[in-house]
């Protein structure tokens, strides 16, 4: 029942996941049984997918944690705990992002060693993307924080994107060692210490450039970022099309370059790339936005079976310890 | 002597500005004189130029506050000084901006009522332009600084863009007042409290969409976002020539609308715009990129007059104390 466009979208995704998967997983779909198996009703081939009643909503506006404790019926408190149960192997929502981080960690728990989940994005940049983290779990990070959020960002993208030694950066306002404020100058301390493979501070400009492969922030920063990140596909539409309005040739220009234009923003609109997840809890959960087209759910549920495959929760708990 | 093309870009562009001032104002050129005098001799004709003479130079290596103390007799130190000393309405410099900064709030000292002087930058948006304080002039802000850079940045919208009223945004992770850190959810109940034009929280996607005409944050939080958002072009370019590379069709559509994009792209390119003020000084300093070509040079000089004549710090003075 998560997303602005459930449960339609939610079930088209799944049942798109499903019919690619090639039987490989099975689909619960969580939420009002009724309005759930109208809206499958609506296709054809359905199997692989199991209703599971849950009568509340959690919506947007709801503040995070009292949802949890009022709403009990939710899909997502619901759907979280079949995961914890393990009637289900991963959690996927496009629901209030609070709200199902609250009950990611207090319902699954954290794993060894972490003391803040977080979330990681990834963003594209000149080279190979970039994930950023944290993208909006905490704010007022601490220093060890900071340093958990690098070891789960160092391990995901290797488990995920097979790249097996990325470079770590902490975002900051120079290079030099000397930059940064209270927090990130003692977390840069810890990662100088580490087994990580860390380049140092890094700059705002060098996310794009795709200078590292591991952004660190405190999910202030990150989610702030990450948001003005989201904008600038619409920003430059607009700023297009003013131009194409300014006369008849600059139409046509802008008319032939459509396709062109169309591809590369695209590239940034990494709602579409299919949610992110909430590492450090124990188990697999996986967050959309509230707009989550079937295509991004249907990204979300694999992004969710490899995280699972790929056994990413067993490898951050070794790097926690060994990496410190 | 600052920046990464001086003294070249900086004669040059003081020269141009003198050209199209029609002799409302005269530019002192401070530097070691006989590399300035060089440079100048390039020029015809070059009244309206001074020079001043000072023998050393700031890198972009040397620290900020080491350098006012071992290079006393730097074009930054002697230029500050003579704004002090009544014998410059302004200083505009595209060196060591941490050195700028300092030797201004040093040696000019700060504007009654404010503890933190601040950097603003003029980011462009899908409406008006959108002035985001703190752009990096400080880290871990409490929030009565973030209140200041609030006042500081609508004063300057208001009196240098002729926008009366301006809407000020407090950047955070979400629109509902219990979102925030520590700091920005205690400035937020200042800035409630206070008589500015204030919307309350923005997220990271509502600057480029033209929110709000001031968007506030710690100068951490700002240099990163305004250091990512200038690296937007160049991620651009990368990625429409990746495009253009895919099919000769691709190549000819890219070339065709070349122009466009260059267009739309060159307003994401800040850096030409001329430069950053430091409010809150008590005095004007314009602190440009150290890349300045000789047209942001041009534009800082002109953007320094403007906060002359307009009284800028005047305004300033007053709104503190209104305002609260």
Redesign the interface.
Known sequence: MGGDYAPENVVAGALDALRESGGRFTVLLVGQRERVQQELDRYSPRHGCTIVDAREVVTMED?PNAALKTKRDSSITVGVSLHRDGKADAFVSAGNTGAVMSASTLILGRLAGIARPTIGALLP??RTPCLLVDA?AN??SRPRHLFEFSVMGSVYVSSMLGNGNPRVGL???GEED?K???A?LEALRLLRESKLNFVGNV???????GKVDVAV?????G??????????P???K???SA??KKSFL?TL??V??R???K??LS?LDYQEHGGVPLLGVSGVSIIGHGRSTPKAIKNMIFRAEEMVTRRVNASIEEAILNYA
């Open positions: 503040a940049t000149e909006g704010v007022d975002l900051s306002i000397s940064g404020n209270e990130s700059e705002g400009r060098d996310v794009l450039r922030c405190d999910g202030f920063v989610n702030i970022l990450l948001k003005f990140g989201e904008s600038i619409a920003f430059l607009a700023k297009f131009y194409a600059n220009v802008m032939i370059a396709r062109g234009r591809a590369v590239e």
